[in-house]
């Protein structure tokens, strides 16, 4: 396994961390529904490349 799709997934882990933290910090709903995106794709992209 690349050390990308590693990277990738644990970009997707520390986005969806963030998007916890903002939710909690009580921040706009598109800013987290945004992290939320970007950590799904990331996720998703480290599965891809993993194949």
Do not use: H
């Amino acid at each position: 396994m690349p050390y990308w799709t590693t990277l990738l997934i644990a970009l997707g882990g520390l986005l969806l961390g963030g998007a916890w933290s903002l939710r909690k910090q009580e921040f706009p709903l598109w800013t987290q529904i945004g992290f939320v995106l970007c950590a799904v794709l990331a996720v998703v992209a480290g599965i891809v490349l993993a194949l």
